[in-house]
């Protein structure tokens, strides 16, 4: 059902004409890169009622609240969010303990950038991205293991003592591009970067890529992972916007339908969205506020089910006058400029950081 509504609604003239409208510093970073989308992976948990534990094979429950309320059963619901459609492009529904390697399908998307947490990718897994011919975008662990083959500094020069090093034995504060192998013999790109102005947790990130030098330099790709906040945002809306925070109910088709519709109406909602932009001649809306115009959409969804399509013709022509108007983006507070949760600062930034390495073979 999902498949064939996606297809409907983002079809090869419908994404013609996104690619028209979007930002013009997305385009130039999609050009920098040398691909047509940056898929973004993550999952997030779905709380179910205690009592349905029984009616599946996996016993795990998910995180504790923040409340202090024990951990409830879960499912994972794994989703591969396009930058340039602003929607979901493919879905998986696993147990709360479900693995998360299984959710990358490498052979879905041909020409595109993946970025992704740790969890999702291990090392033959990342091998099999590489070979296939797409880039690919990890989040690494701080205790990674690996030869430095070469280093280079934010200058671009090469930096010749930490040659022959391990990754995980280099001192806190260095910030450094990294060519290096791994104990299997695999080789990888690996950026090292501090940041005195995150929190003591994330103030050291260890990143692995793909990427060519001569596209991004190590500060713009520090800074691409940050994009990573689109899809947190996107799982937010769903879960307070499109009632998939939790489900009460212990039936595993009811649950299943559920989230299969609630993921419906978030396409719908993100359509629209899409067709403002272009009605309008836009670059941004906020895919937030969009989803949270929940009043607004309810004419068009009873329209859907009861009137003629004249009738909801111009419903729905109404309803875009309305999107635009209400999901204008305003400008970033102070604390989302600084920290990089604004999407267009974020992406105009990456544009604009100097890349020293780009004529470095």
């Known amino acids: 059902m999902l498949s064939e509504l996606m297809t409907a609604s983002f079809g090869k003239s419908f994404l013609k004409k996104i ?51 024990p951990p409830r059963p879960g499912l994972k619901l794994h989703i591969a969010f396009s930058l340039v459609k602003q929607s979901f492009v493919y879905e998986e529904i696993t147990e709360a303990v479900g693995s998360e390697r299984d959710s990358v399908l490498v052979d879905r998307f041909k020409k595109s950038l993946i970025i992704c947490d740790r969890g999702y990718v291990d090392e033959e897994l990342e091998q099999r991205i590489n070979e296939s011919g797409i880039l690919y975008l990890i989040r690494g662990k701080l205790s990674t293991a690996a030869t430095i083959d070469k280093a280079f500094g934010d200058d671009g020069k090469t930096i010749p003592e930490f040659k022959g090093k391990r990754v995980n034995k280099l001192p806190s504060h260095t910030c450094a591009d990294l060519n290096v192998t791994f104990d299997s013999g695999h080789k990888s790109r690996v950026i090292v970067r501090y940041n005195v102005n995150c929190s003591d947790d994330d103030k050291r990130s260890i990143l692995r890529t793909n990427i060519p030098r ?148």
């Not at 409208?21 to 973004?40: M, Q």
């Not at 009632?243 to 629209?272: G, R």
């Open 214 to 361: 001569n596209r991004l330099g190590a500060k713009q790709i520090y800074l691409l992972y940050r994009l990573r906040w689109a899809i947190e945002l996107f799982n937010k809306a769903n879960k307070r916007s499109n009632c998939l925070k939790s489900i009460n109910s212990a039936n595993e088709n009811i649950i299943l339908s559920f989230i299969l519709l609630s993921l419906a109406v978030s396409v719908i909602k993100t359509f629209t969205g899409l067709k403002c932009i272009i009605g309008n001649g836009l670059e941004w809306i906020s895919m937030l506020k969009l989803h949270k115009q929940n009043e607004c959409f309810e004419t068009l969804f009873k329209a859907l089910l009861y009137r003629k399509l004249s009738t909801v013709y111009q419903v729905f022509k109404e309803l875009l006058d309305d999107m635009a108007l209400l999901c204008q983006r305003t400008k970033p507070s102070n604390r989302d400029a600084v920290k990089l949760k604004d999407l267009p600062t974020l992406v105009w930034q990456i544009i604009n950081q100097p890349n020293p390495s780009a004529k470095i073979a």
């Open 19 to 69: 690619k028209k409208f979007i930002s013009g510093d997305l385009k130039s970073l999609l050009i920098k890169l040398g691909v047509d989308d940056i898929i973004l992976v993550d999952g997030t948990e779905i709380d179910l009622s205690y009592s349905c534990a029984d009616n599946f094979d996996c016993k795990g429950k998910g995180r504790p609240h923040a409340d202090g309320t």
